[in-house]
């Protein structure tokens, strides 16, 4: 053998020891995964912002009125913009009678009252597992607890809008009913 073939021989011998040792020590997958890592990120971008064009695309589509309404005999009919029209043209298209009017009233008012228990209740819970359970348990309960409180507050929030829908005889929404000057008395009167 010459100087030469042995120079030819000694690099070669040397990148396949070191492709088995990287074989050997870097997993399969790993490479795979370092190579698809700038793909990855440019899928997962393309992906936020088809989300963020979605998501705005519903926000605007959710601000604009529902302006038609399609009963189930298949007739369609224009809703009234004004709030009062509107609760009026529910009013007659629902057959309701004053009584069944009274009734849904004081229904609303009870699942409201019901509504205030479950989150007054949810909240002692949530003071007396702080105190009184042992933290095991209090770390299982707890966020339980509080969901329900959560649950509570949003509930108790819908049905004194609905109580005030029904007592005013207004389709209002969410936020008209939040800027009422006596917000506090749908709640808790």
């Given at each position: 053998?010459?100087?030469?073939?042995?120079?030819?021989?000694?690099p070669t011998?040397?990148?396949?020891?070191?492709?088995?040792?990287?074989?050997?020590?870097?997993?399969?997958?790993?490479?795979?995964?370092?190579?698809?890592?700038?793909?990855?990120?440019?899928?997962?971008?393309?992906?936020?912002?088809?989300?963020?064009?979605?998501?705005?695309?519903?926000?605007?589509?959710?601000?604009?009125?529902?302006?038609?309404?399609?009963?189930?005999?298949?007739?369609?009919?224009?809703?009234?913009?004004?709030?009062?029209?509107?609760?009026?043209?529910?009013?007659?298209?629902?057959?309701?009678?004053?009584?069944?009017?009274?009734?849904?009233?004081?229904?609303?008012?009870?699942?409201?009252?019901?509504?205030?228990?479950?989150?007054?209740?949810?909240?002692?819970?949530?003071?007396?597992?702080?105190?009184?359970?042992?933290?095991?348990?209090?770390?299982?309960l707890i966020?339980?607890?509080?969901?329900?409180?959560?649950?509570?507050?949003?509930?108790?929030?819908?049905?004194?809008?609905?109580?005030?829908?029904?007592?005013?005889?207004?389709?209002?929404?969410?936020?008209?009913?939040?800027?009422?000057?006596?917000?506090?008395?749908?709640?808790?009167?």
């Amino acid at each position: 053998m010459t100087d030469h073939q042995i120079g030819e021989k000694s690099p070669t011998k040397l990148r396949r020891t070191a492709k088995l040792a990287n074989s050997a020590l870097v997993p399969k997958g790993v490479g795979l995964a370092v190579g698809q890592f700038g793909r990855s990120r440019q899928n997962l971008s393309e992906a936020w912002e088809a989300a963020r064009e979605t998501r705005q695309r519903l926000l605007n589509e959710s601000k604009l009125p529902i302006k038609t309404v399609i009963l189930k005999d298949g007739s369609e009919h224009d809703l009234p913009t004004d709030p009062a029209e509107r609760f009026e043209f529910l009013y007659r298209v629902m057959d309701w009678s004053p009584a069944h009017h009274a009734s849904q009233i004081s229904a609303a008012r009870r699942a409201k009252y019901g509504s205030i228990v479950m989150t007054i209740v949810a909240f002692a819970l949530v003071c007396f597992m702080i105190f009184n359970v042992p933290m095991w348990i209090a770390f299982l309960l707890i966020p339980t607890s509080l969901t329900v409180l959560a649950v509570g507050v949003a509930t108790t929030f819908r049905w004194a809008l609905v109580e005030y829908q029904y007592t005013r005889r207004s389709l209002v929404n969410f936020k008209t009913f939040l800027v009422q000057p006596k917000f506090f008395r749908w709640i808790f009167c």
